[in-house]
């Protein structure tokens, strides 16, 4: 994942970017500026398209544009934002920071918005003085505005219904995530080791300076690690960060070790520290994890009653389990250019990550067939692939899926509930060849 130098500047550039009003802003200022252009043109340099359009019908269309773009506007809006409250009621509130990062909401109101000032300045300078000239560019302007507007109208439905699909919602969340884990973990076996080293090396070794946080708690949501390794190497330290990212860091509690020979500036430290009043998936590994079994155990609620599409979340949780069992999961190391480690933060283990995905799905969703019998189709699958040292998690794990199975379901109904299934219920499939048969005569066998 492609980092900035700072942290900070890029977060803050980021949110201006991604708030509703900034882009509309520019797009207002730049209507308003070609209004005026146009409408000089015109009355410099008439051109005559047609007789049958004076200044007085320009000037009405104008004006019926600029209205009835006010009145469209606020009504896209609040269908708009009616939708997203809807459709988040499917997620969990984690999403709805998710769905706020869309381009194509502020795009549109910039369209809008953009047409209605447009209309709005090109009517008040029309047949203004004695002068009586026909806009005929203002006109062509305005009305590739309203196609514009219509255009966006029409994308803006298909995106926004698009985005609340639960599929595609997962699917782009399981994207995002493997960036993250890229980020935040080491790469390959050399850098795990040297984690593990670092480590070890600290052990017993005092801090000589210690940061705490503020007056105020708040969530630890992103850290800058070039910058820190930077300042360790400057002052010839280790610097070891005490709480992991997502955790919410309470008033006065530490926040840095420094092992060294020279202090650093607490403001320089901080600085590398971004703070939220939410966690997000900038750092966070597990919290995409997170946000994929809120989306399982809302489903499995009695309210919504759901289970398939607690199936789709499994469907990618599993691909993110699998994706990080290659990853070495110690604790996350920097070293500097001369390979010397300077900076060490917490991460989260696999039986870390494994817990999470699994636990409450399960607690939630054990009296579910479809439910039960993904678990099981994941579980078995991952324990074929995963390297030997992180079956033993997955095996813990299967154990604690029969147990709450024979809590849930009556021993008479519970055969169904242990076959492994992909599709939850559908297609209980077997390998060809087990128990010795051949491929054609198993296939036979159940035509």
Known sequence: MTRLRNVHWHRTVREIWQSLWVVPLLCTLAALALSIVLLHWDETDPVVL??????????????????????????????????VQFGTSEFSPRFVAWFRRDR????????????????????????????????????????????????????????????????????NLDIEAR?????????????????????????????????????????????????????????????????AVGDHVSADAPLLHVYGSTEIPDVRLRRA???????????????????????????LSPAVNDPTTAVQSLDRIEDLLRYASG????????????GVTRFIYPTPTWEDLVELALSE???????QYQVDRRLRALLQSL??????????ALQAQLSLLDDAIAGAIPEGQRALALVADHQGIGMARRDPVEHGKAPTSAIKANI
């Open 50 to 83: 047609s007789k049958a359009i004076d200044s007085s019908s320009a000037s009405s269309a104008l004006s019926a544009l600029g209205s009835g773009m006010l009145a469209f506007t606020g009504f896209v809006t609040a269908v708009v934002l009616m939708v």
């Open 383 to 392: 324990i074929a692939v995963v390297p030997s040292r992180r079956q033993a």
């Open 104 to 171: 194509t909401l502020k795009y549109a109101l910039s369209t809008f918005t953009a047409t209605f000032v447009f209309a709005l300045v090109s009517t008040a300078q029309v047949g203004r003085g004695s002068a009586s000239f026909v806009p005929t560019r203002t006109l062509i302007a305005a009305l590739c505005l309203m196609l514009l507007s219509i255009l966006m109208f029409l994308v803006l439905i298909q995106v926004t219904t698009n985005g609340l699909r639960v599929a595609n919602a997962v699917q």
């Open 327 to 338: 990853k070495h999961l110690s604790v996350g190391v920097v070293v500097d250019n001369r």
């Open 179 to 243: 960036q993250v884990f890229d980020a935040v973990y080491p790469s390959g076996a050399a850098a795990a080791a040297a984690a593990t080293a670092a480590v070890q090396s600290l052990n017993g070794q005092s801090p000589i300076q210690t940061v705490h946080q503020g007056s105020v708690g708040t969530v630890l949501v992103a850290l800058d690690r070039d910058d820190m390794t930077r300042l360790a190497s400057q002052n010839d330290a280790v610097i070891v960060l005490i709480p």
């Open 273 to 299: 520290l971004v703070f939220g009043d939410e966690r997000t998936i900038d750092d966070d590994p597990a919290f995409a994890i997170r946000m994929l079994v809120d989306v399982a155990i809302k489903a």
């Open 361 to 367: 799905i399960r607690a939630f969703g054990a009296n």
